[in-house]
């Protein structure tokens, strides 16, 4: 197993980095342009092993893709398009392509089967399964269809009308996939907003969805015409340097061209009510789909605070880095209302509880989240991502404020999402 030791000597954090393109988006942009007709063009293109994968698998469904560093060219040629593919498509670790995926091959009259690394074949399916095959498709996989392997055969689909159990952008956007290809027109109901770029996107491509109070509705049988993309920095990315440029001593940094799309924007709120010293500075819309800015970030003191609710949505993949930001912080941290994070890359409460304990933080898992009591100075230690990128990432950021060295194992999964991650680190590091 790898192991990277984490020995950054520094006097702080100056300067400014340019945040890698978002990877929820990169992973749309590749989807809709290889069901739209035409050539789509996607500049800041996130090269990271989860959309890697994704473009391997539209490359399996017959679709010709050109990439090169952060420039994608995908030669669309329409949903029906897609062809049969002669091998297994396989996700990597990406949950977000398994599930948007089986909402394509869903309304596709073939036989596909999907795998992924063994954190995929631990993630649950059946929020995703059980709507589709309710709309016709017919999917198998292990334990009734809850895990991978799983098989899909895909044909003619009804629309239906679906509270979403959980608040889940992946869940909502496999069904707005085959709604697209369903006979009539598509309710899906979300009891908490959850990221919209899938949305977005549809408009991007010249198609048409609504919402209308939380009912998202598609009319089957769109359409789409290829675009011309720039995708926006990822601010789950960002997150990680947001957190580090508040708790690290003597800091003060610039982030440019983060998104800013008010699904996704949870951890400023949560900052800015912390205390944080910060300035965004949005960019002019260019009327292009997703909005932007450049965060500016300077060591802070910061004060506990409490997160649940419909704040979840907003912010779950920020919660590792945010209990990391909990532990410099006056007071206590209350985080509740994410059991979600029970079934990401791993079990994001058990591992960020038992890595930043090792590190001295206090810090205790709940049911449905954690409970963080600040401000802790954090010592050295042997911790591990368990192949969990953003558990690596908040280790790492750990790193810069503990009394001794941390051992990082498994440090490459960082990849999975923040490839130049510690490029970036290293850049901003006043040694
Ligand atoms: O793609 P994957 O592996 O599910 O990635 C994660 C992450 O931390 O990068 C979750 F583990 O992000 C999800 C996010 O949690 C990406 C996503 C999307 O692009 O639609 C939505 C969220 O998941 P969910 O289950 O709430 O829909």
Redesign the pocket.
Known sequence: MSVKNLNFTHNGLSGEIHIPGD??IS?RSIMFGSIAKGKTVVKNFLAGE?CLSTIACFRKLGVKIEHEDQTVIIHGEGIDALKEPEEVLDVG?????IRLIMGILSGRPFHSVLIGDSSIGKRPMTRVVGPLKEMGAKIEGRQSGEFTPLSVTGGELESITYTLPV?????K?AIILAGLQAKGTTKIIEPEK??D?TERMIHAFSGNVSNDNGTISVEGGQSFTATNLIVPGDI?SAAFFLAAGAIVPNSKIVLKNVGLNPTRTGIIDVLKEMGAKMTIEPYESNGHEEPAGDIFIETSELKGVTIDGDKI?RL??EIPIIALLSTQATGKTIIKDAQ?LKV??TNRIDTVVNELKKLGANIEATDDGMIIEGQTSLSGGTVESYGDH?IGMMLSIASLISDGDIELYQPDAIAV?YPSFFDHIDHLLVK
């Open positions: 990877k929820s992973h989860d670790n990406s949950g977000t392509t608040a889940s952008a992946q869940v956007s959850t990221r770029h789950s949505p779950i993949d979600e990401k890359e953003r999402s």
